[in-house]
């Protein structure tokens, strides 16, 4: 069993940044693949990013590239999503997620693969 516990939503402005972080426990950190996902209100959960299990891979939905930024740190067990420049359409429930076979294929893309989930942070940018 692997434990997520997201953390960094918040309320800011539009253009503000925020870093949410992805601290996880139970399982080598590093034999797992992360996803970030997002759901807004009366919408499917999407994802936004996704690392590999050594942060050597990343891949980002096309409305946050530029501005979102994933990364992972395996000594403290935790991964991380930056974003900056943030818009109001980047307001919802964040959620990260792990893949405990992410030493054996890329991080997946469909929110079914995910093995574990934390209970999500909320991000609501405002103008």
């Known amino acids: 069993q692997v434990q997520l516990v997201e953390s960094g939503g918040g309320p800011v402005l539009t253009g503000g940044s925020l870093r949410l972080s992805c601290a996880a426990a139970g399982r080598l950190f590093i034999s797992l693949a992360v996803g970030w996902f997002r759901q807004a209100p009366g919408k499917e959960r999407e994802l936004v990013a996704t690392?590999?299990?050594?942060?050597?891979?990343?891949y980002y939905v096309d409305s946050v590239k530029g501005r979102f930024t994933v990364s992972r740190d395996n000594a403290k067990n935790t991964a991380y999503l930056q974003m900056i420049s943030l818009k109001p359409e980047d307001t919802g429930l964040y959620y990260c997620?792990?893949?405990?076979?992410?030493?054996?294929?890329?991080?997946?893309?469909?929110?079914?693969?995910?093995?574990?989930w934390g209970q999500g942070t909320q991000v609501t940018v405002s103008s």
């Open positions: 690392i590999n299990y050594n942060g050597g891979q990343t």
């Open positions: 997620a792990a893949d405990r076979s992410g030493i054996y294929r890329p991080p997946p893309l469909n929110p079914q693969d995910y093995d574990y």
